[in-house]
Structures are given as structure tokens and as C-alpha cells.
């Protein structure tokens, strides 16, 4: 169980396009998913909070105009990268947690972005 | 902001040995989570503990909620290549569903 799925697992794009990834919790309700950032070697950022049905809440310094989050329904939210430039370039990787085990976060298995 | 201090950053050791790292942090924190990270994947969650003094087990794999909820440690016993990856400790506090807070990261090499 808790298994949470993100597409694509890669993607390439040129600059000034702008890149949706998805992510899906497969096998319960997900009430709230979060989008992290990783650089290689490093610890996980949070980007964003989202709850289904309500708008995203931003960490501090991150452009919610650059990274438009949507969390439609209990087993989806997207994640669109706008006007992508080289520095967008990085891994992302999304988690959700349900209404039982406390709020456990279960994470996606991450998607790779590179930005041309 | 609240911070976990993960430690140690990376280990290198032999097929079969022990291992325990552990976070530290000033504030107190609800739960702790355990996660490990192959290259290139999500991280995996390994243990979860939701009360003070708890330890719990999985397999090879124990771990413990600090009686004054600011620390947690995880041990791995007899270790083998496949433990090899990034360990995280990753702390929650207030709500139940509020954010993690992640320590760096424990980097484990196992050699054969």
C-alpha cells in the first residue's frame, strides 16, 4: 500500500517551455501532497504544500508563478515548470500523505528534469 | 526554522558490520521518519515512529524516538551492498499532516 507514481520519470525540453509533471497516489486518498526540489547530494527542499481542492502554499523564495501547482483531486496534483530555463534543471520529486498512518509522507519516485 | 542535524554525513564500511546514524535537533518534533534513497529514485520509508521512547523494528533495521522527542536513531545490523544509498532522518512537528523537516543525509557505502 502508499504507493505514489510520478510522470514522466524524465523529460528534456528547450528553454522558455514550460514542463507539467504529475503525480498520483495509486492506492489511497491523498488530502495533501507536497513538491520537493533535490540538487545531487543534497537533502530534499520543500517547494510547495498543496491540499486537494485549495490553492498551494509556497515556501519562502520559491515563484509560484514559475511553479503553478495543482491539486484537483485526491489522487493527482501537477506540478508545471513555466518558462523552464537551464537553472530549473533538477530532480523533483513529489510525496503525499492520506488520513491514516499520522500524516506519513509517501514519496514518488521523482522526476528528472533538464532544461536546455 | 526548526533544523535537524543528521550524523554522520557518509560512512564507509565493511559487508556484515553495524551501522547507526542519528539526528539531532533543537526543537521538539511529533514524528520521525526514516527513508532511504537509491541514486536517481524517490526515498523509501524504512521506519515510522509516532511516540516518545518508541523503537521499532524492520528486518535488519531498528530505530528509536528519543524520550525527549529532539533526537531518533536508526541501526542497521549485519549489513549487505544493498543497504548502499542516502539515508534520511526527517522530523514533523505541530499538525499531523504539517511538513517534514529532513536532516542531510547519511551517505552508507558498503563494501563487499
Known amino acids: 500500500g502508499a504507493v505514489v507514481s510520478q510522470h514522466p520519470s524524465r523529460v528534456i525540453c528547450k528553454s ?43 515556501e519562502q523564495g520559491v515563484e509560484k508563478d514559475k511553479f503553478l501547482i495543482n491539486h484537483a483531486s485526491l489522487t493527482l496534483s501537477t506540478l508545471t515548470v513555466t518558462s523552464a530555463h537551464p537553472e530549473d ?26 532544461v536546455l | 526554522g526548526q ?24 526543537s521538539i ?34 530505530a528509536q524516538f528519543g524520550i525527549t522527542r529532539k533526537d531518533s536513531f536508526l541501526n542497521i545490523s549485519a549489513s549487505i551492498p544493498s543497504d548502499v544509498g542516502i539515508y534520511f532522518c526527517a522530523g514533523r512537528g505541530g499538525t499531523s499532516y504539517g511538513k517534514l523537516t529532513f536532516g542531510q543525509g547519511t551517505i552508507l557505502t558498503v563494501h563487499p
Not at chain 1, 29 to 50: E, G, I, N, V
Not at chain 1, 96 to 101: E, I, L, Q, V
Not at chain 2, 4 to 26: H, K, R
Open chain 1, 16 to 58: 522558455g517551455t514550460s514542463v507539467k509533471i504529475e503525480c498520483r497516489s495509486l492506492d489511497f486518498q491523498a488530502t495533501t501532497m507536497f513538491w520537493y526540489r533535490q540538487f545531487p547530494k543534497k537533502s530534499l527542499m520543500l517547494m510547495a504544500t498543496s491540499n486537494e481542492g485549495s490553492k498551494a502554499t509556497y
Open chain 2, 29 to 62: 518534533f511529533n514524528t520521525w521518519l526514516w527513508y532511504k534513497q537509491d541514486p536517481g529514485e524517490g526515498p523509501v520509508l524504512l521506519i515510522a515512529l509516532y511516540k516518545a521512547g518508541e523503537l521499532t523494528s524492520n528486518g535488519r533495521l531498528t
Open chain 1, 89 to 114: 534543471s533538477s530532480f523533483y520529486i513529489c510525496s503525499a500523505s492520506g488520513t491514516s498512518g499520522e500524516g506519513t509522507q509517501y514519496f514518488g519516485p521523482g522526476t528528472r528534469l533538464l
Open chain 2, 3 to 26: 533544523q535537524l542535524n543528521q550524523s554522520p554525513q557518509s560512512m564507509f564500511i565493511q559487508e556484515g558490520e553495524d551501522v547507526s546514524m542519528n539526528c539531532t535537533s533543537s
